[in-house]
């Protein structure tokens, strides 16, 4: 008799759980369903999936291909997977989504990883999901409940992505999205204002700098000075995730991990880079022509966020050597002007002495521009000064 109540015992308890188990799973998919419904949000379009709003800037391009400036909102400019170079690609999978080429958008692994340790080894937003995140609703929130919803609408439109687009497809739009700190939003840019190249150029060290970034971009930081060594290890760290995952081997590894975090940067805005009165006068120019186009198509363009490319006849080469002759001849005019104005009794700010001379000559210098990029990368002030004498 105590076994037969020990087997009702028993099949009740496993009614209950498949009841259970059946109510879990059945209220999870309906909650997966209303997201997908848009009822916790509205959840982007398939038009919106198929272009996804990426705020580009338009270049200013010279009749010898080189882009003289750019206007813009976010200083983003798209690049091909193409023209990537394979160990940027490496280096970012390895880091960020280790089987990124195995799922369809979301990491089952890795989520019940992280929901079993409590987020304590790691987080599992695959490289899609921080896609969709980065496209379609920015940051996390910090209220519990609402981070739910968020990462179950990631998911969603991570799976979306994952069957709108290809693989490489989706590496190139997300490093055409992130944003890289110091006005450099997306790979090109950042390539171009941290170390002044294209990124089909960037050494394997200096894409393990850019993958290491991702993470905290504020916080690894390279112009920082007192961030240097965070950086350094930083970079390190993904070149270890890149030999775990077979990308490169411990001793190609042990032997870049050895070179310094270098740098050239050179950052961008509207007033900074060649031809800067010439670019003003242009953008002043296009308004009637802009406001033409739109007249004819019917819709808005925004100079500042709609990528175009604006080609124009001044010549790159020609344009520096302008302004290099123009500051040379201004160097020369000035001492001109000091000997005629000596005798000037309408001058009065002439007659200091030296010693207040070399103060405000000091203080233009760290005033200057130059004085600010050789001092991220390390000169000492008696370096910096003494390239103002040359």
Known sequence: MATNNTQVSYSDY???????FGYTFGGVLLFFLLASWGFFGKMPSFDELENPDTNIATEIISSDGVTLGKFYKENRTPVKYQDLPKHLVDALVATEDER???HSGVDARGTLRAISSLGRSGGASTITQQLAKNLFHGEGSKFLPFRIIQKCKEWIIATKLERQYT????IALYLNKVDFVNSAVGIRSASKIYMNKEPKDLTLAESALFVGMLKNPALFNPTKEKRKEKVFQRRNTVLDQMVKNKYLSEAKAAELKQVPVKINFKPESH???????FREYLRESLKPIIKAIEDEKGEEIDLYTAGLKI??????RMQQYAEEAVEEHLSNLQPEFNRRQKDNPTAPFLDITPAETQKIMNQAMKNSERWRIMSINGKSDAEI???FEV
């Open 14 to 20: 496993v009614r209950k759980f498949w009841k259970l």
């Open 100 to 102: 990124f080429y195995e």
């Open 167 to 170: 693989k490489q497809e989706i």
């Open 271 to 277: 007033a900074e880079g060649t031809a800067t009165y």
């Open 311 to 316: 080609y124009v006849t001044v010549d790159s």
């Open 385 to 387: 000064k003494q390239s």
